[in-house]
């Protein structure tokens, strides 16, 4: 019997191998690096958590979430490290989803006909 964690753990070892996750891991310690732009950056993933809070409970992020959300999004465009983070998080996520297609495409298979 094949214990699938196995492959699992195995890819998620891969996985810190990948340039995606190298560009990652360098974007993000130059962001916590520079204590201003650790700070606009963790003011920008508060105010994004509690607008998808929001959403998630049904409702709709009231005016103060997303003002506070734009304010802060137009603020971190005069960093470029968090733009680079940003650019980073993209490719990991492209990644990932590549990854999960490839996982999944014996489910989907099944649907096709």
Known sequence: MVN???NVNA????LVETPQYKNLAEALKAVREDEKTNEVFTRFQSAQIAINDAMQAGEEPDEAQIAAWQTVAQEIEEYDAIEKLMESEQAMNQLLMEINNTLTKPIA????D
Request: cysteine-free; hydrophobic content about 45%.
């Open 4 to 6: 699938i964690f196995d």
């Open 11 to 14: 890819a998620a070892r891969d």
């Open 109 to 112: 298979d099944l649907y096709q």
